[in-house]
């Protein structure tokens, strides 16, 4: 058990009881302190130890121990600094349950044989009651999701949640004997009188998966050994100030465009128009932990200050390098949509979401080719740090070269919001891409963005889209950016057509991610994007798309798993392609049938356990075999 655990319960101990109940626990279960605080993966015996002490100094009951469990997980994690993280789920309380699962998304990629369990939500716009339904892979558990939405419904929304279980659940886990791992519940809630207590800081400090996968790991504990017979009873843009690099390098960092200038000249002097050598003269990168961080990350302040503003400063520049080559190009829209605040919320920060955003995408990236924990070290490029936009001339040549630096990144990350479309130097970005990249190296950022309440705007973005339409800071760039698409493209048409059909095909592959945990996600965020390929008259797309059985292909993962005897799946375990990945789920194939309750039951139990790193190779594996190729075509009918 991850020692994270056992901080969190010695918090609602202190909070709840006293220092004084603490200190007994710690004598009845004659622990030591610092061992077991120090947050290392610990002997699942500590673990039970500790319980045991527990239950018997605070007399509370299994599911009474869950529910403040629950609760106080939720408190904690606000005080940790994860407000911002949790807000970002939804401005209201039946949004934010709704957003629980994509959450979920995130945290397979960063522990991808954890489980986690599934909800769901039916709701009706304007109604103070909802349904929630619940399934888990562990039984027991069910308290627990009580006390975190009940607090999570008073500290960020302000609400009394009462809380009705059904007796019948909606996935009653059927051939799972002695489940206990389905539950539904009638939720009502009303604006509460009862002040929340201001946040306290909660130290040592914790990752957000950390605590995660700690709670995961706890489930898993209670899930292994009967608790009730073992133990009588159980446990349950505000601040833009900049962060600058150490002072005594400043005087360098303050002259480093004209450094850059110096060098420019040199090689002007030595070949005449050497747009090559510019090219390499002028490349920078600037490391992910300058631009990119977690969400309580002490980078995290200087990451919102960077990316609150477009203007570029003399230590912006010094925040990238001289490099030969770089890990990620990076497309993005400055300003957040003027709607912001009402589909996101007023408390959500554009630019923090961003440079969380970032994060995920450095760790995935690192994650892929080489070590997760080196994601510190992955390069972007962003123009306001690898231009020097104080110095004109240098900036001018660096736009001009832009074609050529995108060349020389592996691959490009788009912050995707709905409103990228309508900017023209990022559709010019765009362009730029489809020309030298192979698209399965363009990755859309879109977990935190996408939601029912967004995705018809991404929708309506796409089957709008008309480079005429679209803004342009400065007019006078627009008659240069048009030039160079005019130059590499057959026709402004075609180009359309081009950029709809790999947005659909790329937002397509980004949700099928999600779309695997449920039919409700699936017929929710992946079939419409189908639907619009169909639409805009895109059929070969559209029957491409269409073969994605991302329901069923969870269920690779987790055969894989179970196949592997406890192993660690290696990535040479993997499915060749996505051809033998639905040979082998064929017998549960669910694409283009109407779903009956027993089927969607048995993929709902098959969807939860997953190894997330497999189940996105096998998305990939098809996405390059089945809609690649169409894109290819499409492509060759676009381009000069």
């Known amino acids: 058990m991850h020692g994270q655990i056992h901080i969190v319960l010695k918090d609602l101990i202190i909070s709840v009881f006293s220092i004084e109940t603490w200190a007994a626990i710690l004598r009845r279960s004659s622990l030591q302190e610092d061992h077991l605080l120090e947050a290392v993966q610990q002997p699942d015996e500590v673990t039970f130890k ?87 892979t562990r039984p027991r558990l069910k308290q627990l999701l009580v006390g975190i939405v009940v607090e999570v419904g008073l500290q960020l929304f302000g609400l009394d949640v009462s809380m009705t279980e059904q007796s019948s659940p909606r996935y009653s886990q059927r051939n799972i004997a002695g489940s206990e791992r389905a539950a ?58 900049f962060t600058p690099l150490d002072c005594s390098t400043q ?17 002007r002097g030595a070949d005449g128009a050497a ?37 570029g400063t003399a230590l912006n520049y010094a925040m990238s390098q001289d490099a030969d080559a770089v890990d990620i190009f990076v497309s993005h829209t400055w300003l957040p949509p003027a709607d912001w605040e009402e589909m996101m919320g007023p408390d959500v920060n554009y630019a923090e979401m961003k440079a969380a955003t970032l994060a995920v995408m450095a760790k995935d ?26 110095h004109p001339e240098l900036k001018k040549l660096s736009i001009n070269l832009l074609d050529n630096f995108i060349q020389r990144c592996d691959s490009m990350c ?36 996408v939601r029912e309440e967004t995705l018809p705007l991404y929708l309506q973005a796409v089957r ?16 240069v950016l048009e030039a160079q698409i005019r130059q590499a493209y057959i026709s402004k048409q075609q180009f359309e057509v081009l950029v709809k059909a790999t947005v659909i095909a790329l937002m397509a592959r980004s949700m099928a991610f999600r779309a695997g945990r449920s039919p409700k996600l699936y017929f929710t965020y992946f079939q419409p994007w189908v639907a619009l390929a169909f639409e805009l008259g895109m059929d070969e797309l559209g029957s491409a798309l269409d073969s994605c059985d991302c329901l069923t292909w969870r269920r690779v993962a987790t055969i894989s798993s179970e196949n592997s005897g406890g192993k660690k ?13 639905r040979d082998l789920m064929s017998p549960f194939s669910s694409r283009g049938h109407a779903l009956s309750p027993e089927h969607q039951e048995d993929l709902m139990q098959m969807g939860i356990g997953v190894n997330s790193l497999l189940f996105h190779q096998v998305i990939s594996d098809w996405f390059e075999t089945d809609v690649v190729p169409v894109l290819a075509k499409i492509k060759e009918a676009s381009t000069k």
Not at 465 to 473: E, N, Q, R, V
Not at 570 to 581: F, I, T
């Open 50 to 136: 500790l319980l045991a002490a527990t239950c018997e100094e605070t007399e509370l009951s299994l599911e009474d121990a869950l529910e403040a469990f629950g609760r106080h997980l939720v408190t904690f994690t606000m005080q940790s600094g994860y407000a911002g993280l949790l807000k970002s789920l939804g401005p209201t309380f039946p949004v934010f349950l709704t957003n629980v699962n994509y959450l979920h998304n995130h945290l397979e990629r960063q522990h991808p044989h954890a489980l986690f369990p599934y909800i769901e939500t039916n709701y009706e716009h304007g109604q103070d009651s909802l349904e929630m339904h619940y399934l888990s």
């Open 275 to 311: 747009t090559s050598r510019l090219e390499e003269v002028l490349l920078r990168a600037t490391p992910a932990h300058l631009l990119a961080a977690g969400w309580t990350d002490d980078s995290m302040k200087s990451c919102i200050n960077f990316w609150s503003s477009s203007v």
């Open 569 to 581: 799946v290696q990535p040479q375990d993997r499915p060749a392609s996505a051809a033998e990945v």
């Open 414 to 449: 788009v912050l995707f919001c709905w409103t990228y479309l309508q900017r023209l130097w990022c559709v010019y970005e765009w362009a730029c891409v489809l020309i030298h990249k192979p698209t399965e190296k363009v990755y859309l950022q879109t977990e935190l963005f």
């Open 464 to 479: 709008n889209f008309s480079l005429a339409k679209t803004k342009c800071g400065v007019e006078a760039d627009r008659e």
């Open 184 to 241: 539904s519940w009638e939720i009502s809630w009303r604006p509460t009188s009862q002040k929340c207590a201001t946040p306290r800081p909660t130290t040592p400090k914790a990752s957000f998966p950390d605590i995660h996968a700690a709670m995961v790991d706890f489930g898993k504990l209670l899930s292994s050994f009967d608790v009730l017979s073992t133990f009588a009873c159980c446990v349950a843009e505000d601040d833009h100030e």
């Open 365 to 390: 990236f690192a994650q892929e080719h080489g070590s997760f924990q080196d994601w510190h070290q992955i390069t972007f490029w962003v123009d306001k740090a690898c231009i020097a936009q104080e």
């Open 251 to 267: 005087p360098a960092e303050l002259t480093e465009a004209e450094r850059k200038f110096e060098a420019v000249q040199a090689v």
